[in-house]
């Protein structure tokens, strides 16, 4: 069985990435982590993406193996033995699956519900990318149009701040965190034609996100993603 509890495909992922207050994030932030900046800015990205081939252990899933996943995430550091780990918090992420939710929940103690989502996928001249979920009667929506060139990540970009990094950490309590290894290549990226988000902040993710229906996003990226493997040992602390 190994270390790996879940392999799987992620492709063609939008990240909509907006300024926020650190203030704001600081009651999310887990035990041991900081908040990561660029800039001098903290941000929180609104990501879609698409889920395929999905194993568990190894086994594939029949009938769940490929879907939209829709999450809101921030940026943090660990620093351990003078070594910087740079990683991820969940704020909430969205499958349309209950068992994945369920699963992962369970397992975890991550913050997925289940809602209904779709895409629309087309790829010719140009990509033309889009995800949506249903909250409340209305579908929320995130839209990419990019060129199908494949470009590397330059250093000391806002694209490699938000793409590198190899950690997830998850609030358990106020005085426990789980921290998990997240494997992949470096991401490829398609230059950006046009972009659009239609995101209820406030009704998906409360009222400290409510600001966000009326900002215009610093940047939207879309990387070509690849093969990732999750480890199934998550060390806590």
Not at 61 to 76: K, T
Request: with cysteine; aromatic share 14%.
């Amino acid at each position: 069985m190994g270390n790996t509890f879940l392999r799987a495909n992620w492709e063609n992922l939008i990240m909509a990435n907006y300024e926020m207050e650190p203030t704001a994030l600081e009651p999310y932030l887990p035990k041991g982590v900081e908040l990561d900046f660029y800039n001098n800015k903290t941000y929180v990205s609104l990501v879609g993406f698409m889920f395929k081939k999905t194993r568990l252990f190894g086994v594939p899933i029949p009938f769940f193996g490929s879907f939209e996943e829709i999450n809101l995430r921030f940026y943090v550091r660990k620093i351990e033995e003078g070594k910087i780990k740079k990683g991820v918090v969940f704020i909430n992420e969205t499958v349309p699956f209950k068992i994945v939710a369920l699963l992962a929940n369970k397992l975890y103690k991550e913050h997925y519900i289940s809602i209904p989502t779709k895409n629309s996928i087309e790829i010719s001249e140009h990509k033309h990318i889009k995800y949506e979920w249903k909250v409340n009667d209305k579908w929320n929506s995130i839209t990419a149009k990019s060129d199908t060139n494949k470009y590397k990540i330059e250093q000391a970009t806002i694209e490699e701040f938000i793409f590198e990094r190899y950690f997830g950490f998850t609030k358990i309590s106020d005085s426990s965190t789980q921290e998990y290894k997240i494997r992949h290549p470096k991401w490829m990226t398609n230059k950006m034609l046009n972009t659009h988000v239609d995101c209820d902040f406030r009704s998906m993710y409360g009222d400290v996100f409510s600001g966000l229906n009326n900002q215009t996003p610093d940047s939207i990226i879309l990387a070509e993603g690849s093969q990732v493997s999750v480890d199934w040992k998550r060390e806590q602390f």
